[in-house]
């Protein structure tokens, strides 16, 4: 029973982890193909257009975490706070992975908006950073800190946010 019980929790703890993974990843995803985007639109820089799409990774990371809060009846000091909280580790290390997997493929950040080493390569350095980061998100849930801080606010598994409006 004990096992059972252990394996129950353990397979919970993976859903939320994979959960709130993708939840970071896609708002990681928004901001990095976008600043990506831009970057290579407008000739800048590797570093430049880097910086640009790390920026805007957090700030639609934070954001995708926000919403639903807000949405709840959380005031924006409180809920920026609890996104700060749940996403700032797993965005750090998904935009790390990312830019290094970009950085590491030969042409990436030099290939063109119509280029599928430019596609190719993106997609890639997100999923790989996507499972870099899930052992780390879950460790942070299992300790209640990470996305557990604001798992309450909106369980994507329950539909529970409905009932906050």
């Known amino acids: 029973m004990d096992?059972?019980?252990?394996?129950s929790t353990h397979g919970s703890l993976n859903r939320v982890a994979l959960s709130a993974t993708i939840h970071c990843l896609t708002g990681c995803s928004?901001?990095?193909v976008l600043g990506m985007v831009i970057g290579t639109a407008l000739g800048m820089g590797t570093g430049s257009t880097i910086a640009l799409a790390v920026v805007l990774a957090f700030?639609?990371?934070?954001?995708?975490?926000?919403?639903?809060?807000?949405?709840?009846?959380?005031?924006?000091r409180s809920?920026?706070?609890?996104?700060?909280a749940a996403d700032t580790a797993s965005i750090t290390i998904m935009e790390i992975v990312d830019n290094t997997v970009m950085l590491a493929i030969p042409g990436a950040m030099d290939a063109g908006l119509t280029d599928f080493r430019f596609w190719g390569?993106?997609?890639?350095?997100l999923v790989i950073a996507g499972v870099a980061a899930f052992p780390v998100v879950r460790w942070l849930i299992a300790r209640g800190r990470g996305h557990a801080v604001v798992h309450k606010?909106?369980?994507h598994d329950s539909g529970?946010?409905?009932a906050h409006h």
């Open 121 to 125: 390569s993106l997609a890639l350095s």
């Open 160 to 162: 529970s946010h409905s």
């Open 153 to 155: 606010y909106h369980d």
């Open 79 to 84: 809920a920026l706070g609890l996104a700060f």
């Open 3 to 7: 096992h059972a019980q252990h394996s």
């Open 59 to 76: 700030i639609f990371g934070y954001l995708l975490t926000m919403m639903p809060l807000l949405r709840a009846g959380i005031g924006y």
């Open 30 to 32: 928004i901001g990095e």
